[in-house]
């Protein structure tokens, strides 16, 4: 029987085989897509997430990041990562970083999605497979999330996600949030020649519709060539879970539930909730997942919420920036925390 089946191979599914792997388990991955996998993301791995790559092995190639830069119009707030930096790296080139690490563990990856599961005592069966345990990392809108009526309603705060490369050497070594009345920019490098701008909103329109709104962000895009990649979403991205265990099914990443990507630490969390559940199965305590889960994501969802609640009013969002370039070590610690 196999110890771990794991729906779902983006990073969190990825990092959940190669934990299982690196503490002796057989895992298993059921993806119905082709490596390597490319999503909407805002594409800047915080600090913890580099370290949590180290630890399985994985050093993928991309730009360094000193830290975050918040910006609005002339005013802005910048602060630098303590220590190790942050890594701007394309979706792609990472998913296939955490795909050969897998596959060089012995991981066994087969095409395929996982619909109805089934479950005893003893077992858990889906996608034709038999397995001790499900880890459910298929993403923001996960189907086994839902086939075990696990999600909650989402709420009137409902937030999306657009994103673009564009063919430009970067100007900075900082993720630069830039802000507006209606939504967020986030600009990250991830090579030499090469950046990506996300857009987050709670207004649905076109992507250059969206860019409209921060002329100073399509003031350094102008001298861009052509774009480098075509248009990505997601949405909405707040998802809200009931709980993360469920008799043998443990949910982790974006399926365990998902505040927003304002903080950029989506990449991060997911490595750390997947590695928090393959060590409660490994010391057959998985129950204490829920409690691991809950401790991993606080800080998260705190600051996050905090900033989502300041962002839903135009005039207070316009508050952001220049309180935090007024009160430089409060900014500094709330970047930290992302640490």
Not at 141 to 158: I, Y
């Amino acid at each position: 029987m196999i110890d771990v089946l794991v729906a779902g191979g983006g990073p969190a599914g990825l990092a959940a085989a190669i934990h299982s792997a690196l503490a002796g388990l057989e895992a298993v991955v059921v993806e119905p897509r082709t490596a390597p996998v490319d999503k909407a993301c805002g594409e800047g791995v915080m600090p913890r997430g580099v370290v949590g790559l180290r630890a399985l092995g994985v050093e993928p190639a991309g730009k360094e990041l000193r830290g975050i830069r918040y910006v609005d119009g002339t005013a802005r707030a910048e602060a630098s990562f303590r220590g190790s930096g942050g890594l701007g790296i394309r979706r792609t080139e990472l998913h296939r970083a955490l795909h050969e690490r897998a596959l060089g563990l012995g991981v066994r990856i087969v095409p395929g999605r996982v619909g109805e599961v089934r479950q005893n005592a003893d077992s858990v069966g889906a996608a034709g497979l038999t397995a001790r345990w499900l880890i459910a990392a298929d993403g923001l809108h996960s189907a086994v999330r839902r086939g075990l009526g696990l999600e909650l309603p989402g709420g009137a705060h409902r937030r999306y996600g657009l994103r673009r490369h564009y063919r430009v050497e970067p100007w900075t070594d900082f993720v630069e949030v830039h802000w507006s009345g209606r939504g967020e920019a986030y600009v990250t490098p991830v090579a030499d020649d090469l950046v990506g701008v996300a857009v987050l909103s709670r207004v649905r329109r076109g992507y250059d519709e969206h860019l409209g709104d921060f002329p100073a962000l399509t003031a350094s895009l102008r001298g861009a060539g052509a774009e480098a990649t075509d248009v990505r979403g997601a949405g909405p991205l707040l998802q809200r879970v009931r709980r993360r265990v469920a008799g043998r099914v443990l949910l982790v990443g974006d399926a365990a539930g998902y505040v927003d990507a304002l903080t950029g630490e989506g990449i991060a969390l997911g490595l750390a909730t997947a590695g928090a559940a393959v060590r409660c199965l490994a010391a057959g305590r998985a129950g204490e997942y829920e409690r691991a889960w809950a401790l991993l994501t606080r800080r998260h969802r705190l600051l996050t919420g905090a900033l989502l609640a300041a962002s839903r009013r135009p005039g207070t969002a316009r508050l952001v920036v220049p309180t935090a370039s007024r009160l430089p070590p409060v900014f500094t610690a709330a970047v930290r925390a992302l640490q």
